[in-house]
């Protein structure tokens, strides 16, 4: 039994926890096309004994960078420098460099590593900072992507996203995982496994918990689940479907879609499954709620037009206006954290596809080159899109920035993956 949001607008699926990673299927391979219109060139020299850690510190940070889209890479390979280095920033600049990053990991003898970087500005001939800390060995990824984060803010002043966590969902060997990892796909953990689908998980604002929708009585339920605690607890078992959960920004409420009167509906409750509110009663399938981030309003596919569509309502139920109207066919919205724009998925012909639209002027953007996409989401910080589509005759997970200049394929040579949802950042 295989499920997407394709097929079902918005039928979802889900499993029971067990603890022990499955490696094979956790790592990715990450390809990355296409240029940005603006890049910063920035050299990253590799890390001073870092080739005695765990970790590859400077590797991942320039992954991390090259996936964004905003930074183009000036060889440093045959660079010898640490953070306490003092290197001439002129020779730098006659190589077109911008910023140039250089650190040093060294073994403490708690077992702990001291990890240190500094960070120049080659245009201003001028160190931009210092930074040492003290780290786990089993922290030294999330703090190579914390330095990644922090390079990134300073040479665009947008926040970086490379320290949060997504999670998403695979199918191997007859069974359903869902994963959360890194935001580069790596350093996943399971968190579920199932022999029933599992589809359409969704973080919680503050990045505690997962939604989801479990078939484990062969019944749609919605569950939510501590990610650190593997604690589970049911929202939403009403007669019928239940499906489809959506977090309110503050986190205190959650959107679904029920069957329980009948017809696809969409109803509210708080995030105990309590004080259960019908928000649409229309006489078509209302399903995929997502909810703008002022928590006003509720952007939501209907058919109640003919074919499936966008449309927005107020939070607390009422009139709907329609949102998409390029298409017969629009449906999984997903809103970026600024409210600025909406990704969604069209039908063109046989084909699904990404789009964009900004919601002020409403304008739509495509934005990939292939034809099974699904699942969008974004990044916290609302400037790349998470999303599933197909490619080598499996499903895959891919990044896009906003202009659909620079992708990056995420690939799973094990299982087929799909469902992926952005966490937000770390509170």
């Not at 039928?11 to 890049?39: D, N, Y």
């Not at 045959?78 to 140039?100: C, F, I, M, Q």
């Not at 449906?331 to 600025?340: C, K, L, N, Q, V």
């Amino acid at each position: 039994m295989t499920l997407n949001r394709r097929s079902l607008l918005g039928t979802l699926g889900a499993g029971t926890l067990l603890g022990s990673p499955l490696a094979a299927l956790a790592q990715f391979r990450v390809e990355v096309s296409g240029i940005g219109a603006t890049q910063v060139p920035i050299a990253i020299a590799k890390f001073k004994d870092e080739d005695r850690a765990p970790q590859p510190i400077s590797a991942i940070v320039r992954a991390d960078l090259e996936r964004s889209g905003l930074f183009k890479m000036i060889d440093a390979s045959s660079a010898n420098l640490d953070e306490s280095a003092k290197p001439v920033l002129s020779e730098w600049r006659s190589r077109g460099t911008d910023a140039l990053l250089a650190g040093s990991v060294t073994r403490l003898a708690d077992g702990r590593f001291d990890l240190r970087y500094r960070l120049w500005d080659v245009v201003k001939g001028s160190e931009i900072g210092l930074q040492s800390t003290a780290v786990p060995k089993d922290d030294l990824r999330l703090h190579a992507h914390r330095i990644a984060d922090e390079v990134y803010q300073r040479l665009t002043g947008d926040k970086g996203i490379f320290s949060t966590r997504i999670a998403y969902v695979s199918k191997a060997a007859g069974l359903y995982y869902l994963w959360v990892a890194d935001a580069d796909g790596l350093g996943a953990q399971e968190a579920l496994r199932s022999a029933e689908p599992i589809i359409s998980p969704a973080w919680s604002p503050d990045g505690r918990e997962l939604a989801y929708v479990s078939f484990d009585t062969r019944k749609a339920v919605v569950v939510v689940q501590d990610v650190s605690s593997g604690k589970r607890r049911v929202v939403a078992n009403f007669k019928g479907s239940n499906s489809a959960p959506a977090w309110s920004p503050d986190g205190e409420r959650l959107a679904v879609t029920l069957t329980r009167d009948g017809i696809s509906q969409l109803y509210v409750m708080n995030r105990r499954g309590e004080g259960l509110q019908r928000l649409t009663s229309s006489g078509a399938i209302d399903t995929e709620a997502a909810w703008a981030p002022d928590g006003r309003s509720l952007y939501f596919v209907s058919d109640r037009g003919g074919g499936p569509q966008v449309y927005r309502m107020p939070a607390g139920g009422g009139g709907a206006e329609r949102v998409t109207f390029s298409g017969n066919y629009n449906i999984s919205p997903a809103i970026s954290p600024d409210g600025r724009y909406m990704a969604y998925i069209t039908r063109q012909g046989g084909a699904f596809k990404l789009m964009l639209m900004d919601l002020a002027g409403g304008s739509v953007t495509g934005l990939t080159e292939t034809s099974e996409d699904e699942s969008p989401c974004f990044a916290p910080n609302s400037r790349l899109i998470i999303y599933a589509s197909r490619a080598g005759g499996r499903d895959v997970l891919m990044t896009t920035n906003l202009d659909g200049t620079v992708r990056a394929r995420l690939a799973a040579p094990q299982a087929d993956v799909r469902e992926p949802v952005w966490g937000p950042f770390q509170r």
